[in-house]
T-cell receptor, first 110, second 115 residues
């Protein structure tokens, strides 16, 4: 069962940072936070994941609060191609299924 | 690495017929694969876990006789929608290849339309 809460939709101006929040107040100590995105009519694409520390890769940054009850995905310079539904998922690391919540539909506006 | 291929990408079938969807791991072996379905403007719903060489594990509410899963090799899982009806029209997605630090890779999905 999905254990995350995300706003249903957000807009972001092209070139600006997109900050997507996620609440996961019931996360357990050994569960990771994963972010995936799904562009229309495609399969989900991995973005980033983390346990406690903030993480950054070529696609995005992940900020996890100290109590781990919430996190924020940051796309530093949003482009039109970043328009997609973004899913925040918590799960134990390798070997367990992903259960998707409702996600946030991000629209990047020119 | 960890490429997952689904076939077909689109299929239209008549009501009452069966449709088979294939999910292949192209550059790795997958003892476990997962099948999801997604209705328009809805999230992905996990249907079942496909285990190589054994029976699939279905999520609650998913009819195992309706959605037959076969995982006969380490690179191929198939989902057969039997006696399809219009309400089975959906986007079906598989995933596999749980790489440490990256999670699962998802296929590109199959759009099933039952007419």
């Amino acid at each position: 069962d999905a254990k995350t809460t995300q706003p249903p939709s957000m807009d972001c101006a092209e070139g600006r940072a997109a900050n997507l929040p996620c609440n996961h107040s019931t996360i357990s100590g050994n569960e990771y936070v994963y972010w995936y995105r799904q562009i229309h009519s495609q399969g989900p694409q991995y973005i980033i994941h983390g346990l406690k520390n903030n993480e950054t890769n070529e696609m995005a940054s992940l900020i996890i609060t100290e109590d781990r009850k919430s996190s924020t995905l940051i796309l530093p310079h949003a482009t039109l191609r970043d328009t997609a539904v973004y899913y925040c998922i918590v799960r134990l690391n390798t070997g367990n299924q992903f259960y998707f919540g409702t996600g946030t539909s991000l629209t990047v506006i020119p | 690495g960890a490429v997952v291929s689904q076939h077909p990408s689109r299929v239209i079938c008549k009501s009452g017929t069966s449709v088979k969807i294939e999910c292949r791991s192209l550059d790795f072996q997958a003892t476990t694969m997962f099948w999801y379905r997604q209705f328009p403007k809805k999230s992905l719903m996990l249907m079942a876990t496909s285990n190589e060489g054994s029976k699939a594990t279905y999520e609650q509410g998913v009819e195992k006789d309706k959605f037959l899963i076969n995982h006969a090799s380490l690179t191929l899982s198939t989902l057969t929608v039997t006696s399809a009806h219009p309400e089975d029209s959906s986007f079906y997605i598989c995933s596999a290849g749980d790489r440490v630090g990256y999670g699962y890779t998802f296929g590109s999905g199959t759009r099933l339309t039952v007419v």
